[in-house]
């Protein structure tokens, strides 16, 4: 299984989208215990959306349509929309 996941960042009022293998929660713990270089200046960073796929490569396309639209307000209606598999 593959993950598309946004991240959001109070201190830096900034998301991240990524894609991982592993669980949504397991990248989120290595972004908060800065194993992730581009995100360690946001920390505490917190998990508020994935949607799974069976394949990598559609985990990717997925992640890139999201950063292609460049946009806070469509990030926020993707988690808000029922494509967020996220738990509120």
Same mark, same amino acid.
């Given at each position: *299984?593959?993950?598309?996941?946004?991240?959001?960042?109070?201190?830096?009022?900034?998301?991240?989208?990524?894609?991982?293998?592993?669980? @949504?929660?397991?990248?989120?713990?290595?972004? +908060? +215990?800065? *194993?992730? @270089?581009?995100? /360690?200046?946001?920390? @505490?960073?917190?998990?508020?959306?994935?949607?799974?796929?069976?394949?990598?490569?559609?985990?990717? /396309?997925? &992640? +890139?349509?999201?950063?292609?639209?460049?946009?806070?307000?469509?990030?926020? /209606?993707?988690?808000?929309?029922?494509?967020? &598999?996220? @738990?509120?």
């Amino acid at each position: *299984m593959f993950y598309t996941y946004i991240i959001f960042s109070k201190s830096k009022n900034r998301y991240y989208t990524g894609y991982t293998s592993s669980t @949504p929660q397991d990248r989120l713990d290595r972004h +908060n +215990n800065e *194993m992730t @270089p581009s995100t /360690k200046s946001g920390i @505490p960073w917190e998990l508020v959306f994935f949607k799974s796929f069976n394949s990598k490569s559609d985990a990717i /396309k997925f &992640e +890139n349509f999201i950063k292609k639209q460049k946009s806070q307000i469509f990030i926020k /209606k993707l988690i808000t929309s029922d494509k967020n &598999e996220f @738990p509120e």
